[in-house]
């Protein structure tokens, strides 16, 4: 457990694909009313696979670790892969267990990921249909 938790706080820290592409793909922004965490992913497709992903948002250690951690997965994936990607995955990467109100903040990545890859900026999903 403990091996997670430094992981997360390493991300954290030193958060990988950190800053905004432009241009980009695909944008997306989405914020998470019941802490104030904000997310926008940024990502670049080449011959039908992410080529490179930025992020950028304010956060507590879990939104920024989960968004870090998704941003590595993603490169390389197509957006089929990226779109299939699920709540379980993320907290897998995370590798500890959480409560009602961090678990929201662990998946507004994938919210963000979603929203973009699908290109339904707008509409809003509740946040248990996320998978």
Known sequence: M???REAILDHSREPRNWGRLDPADIKHEE???LCGDRLELT???KDGRISEVGWDGEGCAIS???A????ETLIGKTL???RAISKEDILDLLGIELGPVRLKCALLSLKVLKIGAYGLAGWHADDEDEE
Not at 68 to 71: D, E, I
């Open 2 to 4: 403990d091996m997670y």
């Open 31 to 33: 914020k998470n009313p």
């Open 43 to 45: 990502l670049r497709v």
């Open 64 to 66: 920024k670790a989960s």
């Open 68 to 71: 870090s951690m998704l941003g």
């Open 80 to 82: 089929e892969e990226a």
